[in-house]
């Protein structure tokens, strides 16, 4: 259900709240990832660099006018993801405070559409990743996993903020 008028300081308040919760759910979701790979074994593929520090290497060129520094990359790379993880926690505390469903299932649902439309349709569509179809269901599965875990704890930490701002 729509909320009929909301006012611009709850909509402030789920800004801040889901932008904070976005980056703790950033945080838990690189830590589960980095668990998913110790327990399983599985090593790092050397088959280009990851998302997060091809967009970070086309900033610093479109920014600095020069390439990361093998260095730089890493730093660079965490950098977007948590600032992703950020907006689209900011944009999910937006969406709860104006429409109240939109936090059904706990932030779920949240990060199972972020999956989606970031890791399926977007990164691929940027020319950042493999086309889905060419990624093991093993990756794709990680790969969601790791958003729920994202979704909720951003989810419960907006929850938790919430509160505190109340």
Request: proline fraction near 4%; glycine fraction near 12%.
């Given at each position: 259900?729509y909320?009929?008028?909301?006012s611009?300081q709850?909509?402030?308040?789920?800004?801040?709240?889901?932008?904070i919760g976005?980056v703790a759910g950033s945080?838990?979701?690189?830590?589960f990832q980095?668990?998913?790979?110790?327990?399983?074994?599985q090593q790092?593929?050397?088959?280009?660099?990851?998302?997060?520090i091809?967009?970070?290497?086309k900033?610093?060129?479109?920014v600095?006018?020069?390439?990361?520094?093998e260095?730089e990359?890493?730093?660079?790379?965490?950098?977007v993801?948590?600032?992703?993880?950020a907006?689209a926690g900011?944009l999910y505390?937006?969406a709860?405070?104006a429409?109240?469903?939109?936090?059904a299932?706990?932030?779920?649902?949240?990060g199972?559409?972020l999956?989606?439309?970031a890791?399926?349709i977007?990164v691929?569509t940027?020319?950042?990743?493999?086309?889905?179809g060419?990624?093991?269901?093993?990756e794709h599965?990680?790969?969601?996993?790791a958003?729920?875990?994202y979704?909720s704890?951003?989810?419960?930490?907006?929850?938790c903020?919430?509160?505190?701002?109340d």
């Amino acid at each position: 259900m729509y909320k009929t008028k909301v006012s611009a300081q709850e909509i402030a308040k789920g800004a801040l709240a889901g932008l904070i919760g976005g980056v703790a759910g950033s945080l838990t979701m690189e830590l589960f990832q980095a668990g998913l790979k110790k327990a399983s074994g599985q090593q790092e593929q050397g088959e280009g660099e990851p998302a997060t520090i091809q967009v970070a290497q086309k900033v610093s060129e479109t920014v600095r006018d020069k390439a990361l520094t093998e260095n730089e990359k890493n730093p660079a790379g965490e950098m977007v993801h948590y600032a992703f993880g950020a907006g689209a926690g900011a944009l999910y505390g937006v969406a709860a405070a104006a429409l109240p469903k939109a936090s059904a299932g706990f932030g779920l649902l949240f990060g199972a559409v972020l999956w989606l439309l970031a890791d399926e349709i977007g990164v691929p569509t940027a020319g950042l990743s493999k086309p889905p179809g060419e990624v093991p269901v093993r990756e794709h599965a990680s790969a969601f996993a790791a958003h729920l875990v994202y979704g909720s704890t951003a989810d419960a930490v907006r929850r938790c903020v919430l509160k505190v701002l109340d």
